[in-house]
């Protein structure tokens, strides 16, 4: 597509339920990442992919929170047993390697 | 410790003055890069610049303007003759090449313009 789409764009759950975020990247872009946009903590990296490469997953807050990313393409970003303070916007971003970030339209998570 | 700092939270100004959005950053490497990115009220982080640390030159894009600095490690961002449009939140962040690019973000500046 012409730019990096996500899905959904809102997301309301109950604490305790798992939720999945689907990100569709820059069609041809290798690298992906997602962050976390959140009112106390600001925006904050949580996952990189590059290409087959191990993802480095050094942002992400809790082992609750997973990722992966399939066919080098679409990633989803899963979060188990949701806590009120995952309630955020997670955005994703892709990138031709090395170069400028191109970011998503991101979703919204509200965890009541 | 690498750090951005945006120490202005909120800015305020009347169409048509010119506003310098302020970005300080740290690091002790001496490959690196900075960006600006603007959030409009739709919530997308839309690109405006990419810089590395090699190239000290400011650039000038229509009303836009940036000046790096490395001797006192900033990189501000000048709107010239703003406009309502401008209105968002703007985030100076800082990357770096061997760390898999993840960017480090400052806490953004919001700008409001009004008419």
């Known amino acids: 597509g012409a730019g990096v789409s996500q899905s959904p764009s809102n997301k309301v759950t109950e604490k305790g339920k798992d939720v999945e975020l689907r990100c569709d990247p820059i069609?041809?872009?290798?690298?992906l990442y997602w962050y976390r946009q959140s009112l106390g903590q600001g925006l904050e990296f949580l996952i990189y992919?590059?290409?087959?490469?191990?993802?480095?997953k050094s942002g992400l807050p809790s082992d609750r929170f997973s990722a992966e990313r399939t066919g080098g393409s679409v990633s989803t970003l899963t979060i188990q047993r949701t806590q009120q303070e995952d309630s955020a916007v997670y955005l994703c971003?892709?990138?031709?390697?090395?170069?400028?970030?191109?970011f998503g339209p991101g979703t919204r998570l509200t965890v009541l | 410790a690498q750090k951005v700092t945006q120490a202005q939270t909120e800015i305020s100004v009347v169409e048509k003055e010119d506003v310098t959005l302020d970005c300080v950053y740290e690091?002790?490497?001496?490959?690196?890069?900075l960006f600006w990115y603007k959030q409009p009220p739709s919530g997308e982080l839309v690109f405006l610049i990419r810089?590395?640390?090699?190239?000290?030159q400011n650039e000038i894009s229509g009303r836009y303007s940036w000046n790096f600095q490395k001797s006192t490690s900033s990189f501000n961002f000048t709107i010239t003759a703003s406009q309502v449009v401008d209105s968002a939140v703007y985030f100076c962040?800082?990357?770096?090449?061997?760390?898999?690019?993840?960017?480090?973000f400052g806490t953004g500046t919001r700008l409001q313009v009004f008419p």
């Open positions: 690091t002790r490497d001496t490959t690196y890069y």
């Open positions: 971003a892709s990138t031709q390697g090395g170069d400028t970030q191109y």
């Open positions: 992919f590059q290409g087959n490469s191990a993802p480095d």
């Open positions: 962040a800082l990357s770096f090449l061997y760390n898999t690019d993840k960017l480090i």
């Open positions: 810089r590395n640390s090699f190239d000290e």
């Open positions: 069609s041809g872009h290798t690298a």
